[in-house]
């Protein structure tokens, strides 16, 4: 029987799992094509993050919202490479808190420590989770909300603030740059010139970094040239907000394995 994907040619922009998801593709018979865009990488300075955390320790915070699987787990290696003493207080701490996830992977984390979601939001947005806590009386709240990267959120934000929490925010990780422009030109050049069927986004950051690499009106005519496909909902209001548009997107399940079956289904015929 033909694999799914032979004799495609699908682009990859991921960097943390880079072989997984080349192995998920290249088992379906794809040829996949390496460009990590964008690297995570912890924050430059642990003293405002390990306040954030001892400040949860304490029992500053008594909702958390966790938009990322990401933030949780570099918060606990913050924890064991500086101060380990407060590992113990902050999962205790956590087991207290009233926790408000966006999507599947900050539910992931917290399973991982043997914790569950309180609020997962219905759709893993920044949207999302604002209409799940209208529903809720925050109200000198004390809350604390783990940002994605360096992004200040300030939807978030603002709303909580409107709604009469007090918020704390902590941003343990950053996003930086993976690929030279040289590197992420070429890609955008293979796009344009027909060479690849198929480019997979798994971060908001992995478009970002594409949009900085060239001018917007040429990434966006390499983009038009391939079918482009988006882990989920995050990723594909990204795309969305600078005029691309996705062909392909799991419809419940954010992670590397249903996106490679949206991307099987898409380039099927």
């Not at 539910?107 to 609020?119: N, Y």
């Not at 409107?162 to 902590?170: C, D, K, L, N, R």
Request: hydrophobic share 50%; charged share 20%; proline share 7%.
């Amino acid at each position: 029987m033909t694999e799914p994907l032979a004799n495609r040619v699908i682009a990859i922009a991921e960097a943390r799992e880079l072989d997984v998801f080349a192995a998920l593709l290249e088992r379906r018979g794809a040829r996949v094509l390496r460009y990590p865009l964008v690297k995570i990488i912890d924050a430059p300075d642990p003293a405002p993050v390990l306040a954030w955390i001892r400040a949860a320790a304490d029992g500053g915070y008594q909702d958390l919202i966790l938009l990322t699987g990401e933030g949780l787990r570099r918060m606990l290696s913050c924890i064991e490479r500086h101060q380990p003493a407060l590992r113990p207080p902050f999962l205790a701490a956590l087991q207290q808190m009233r926790k408000i996830t966006r999507g599947p992977k900050p539910a992931r984390a917290l399973r991982e420590l043997g914790l569950s979601s309180d609020l997962p939001a219905e759709v893993p947005t920044t949207a999302g989770v604002i209409e799940t806590l209208r529903a809720l009386d925050l109200r000198d709240r004390r809350v604390g909300v783990q940002l994605y990267g360096g992004e200040p959120n300030r939807p978030l934000i603002e709303f909580l603030g409107s709604a009469g929490a007090q918020v704390s925010t902590v941003a343990p990780y950053r996003y930086a740059d993976a690929a030279s422009d040289a590197a992420a030109q070429e890609l955008l050049e293979r796009m344009r010139a027909g060479e690849v069927d198929a480019i997979a986004f798994t971060s908001k950051a992995q478009v970002e970094r594409l949009f900085r690499a060239a001018p917007a009106e040429l990434v966006r005519a390499a983009l038009a040239a391939t079918s482009v496909a988006a882990v989920g909902p995050v990723v594909g209001e990204t795309l969305a907000a600078h005029g691309v548009t996705v062909g392909a997107m799991p419809q419940s399940a954010w992670f590397m394995k249903p996106l490679t079956a949206a991307l099987s289904e898409l380039l099927a015929g």
